[in-house]
């Protein structure tokens, strides 16, 4: 409760320095993901977006994003859905 009171607090401000501008981002589930090779195709497919497997590169399906961070390692952003009830519903976890 704290968070969504300090991001509410935060709600419409921004920071602007030499042509770079800092907004805060909204509420949002947020997960660090790590996983086998092996299992990528399977926790895609439980979270509905294909995870990327190349360095700077990110994915983005119904409103669900899947980032790069490493060869293991992906962070998963959605605004309206918590992604692990959707990975709990995978045996590759």
Known sequence: MAELAALR??????????????????????????TRAEDVAAIS????????????TSAQAKGRVALWLGPDEWYVVDEKADPLAALAKSKAL
């Open 9 to 34: 607090a935060l709600a419409g401000r921004s920071v602007a320095e030499q042509g770079v501008t800092v907004t805060p981002a909204g509420p949002a589930f947020r997960v660090s993901l790590r």
């Open 45 to 56: 497919k439980a979270l509905g977006v294909a995870l990327p497997d190349k360095p700077k």
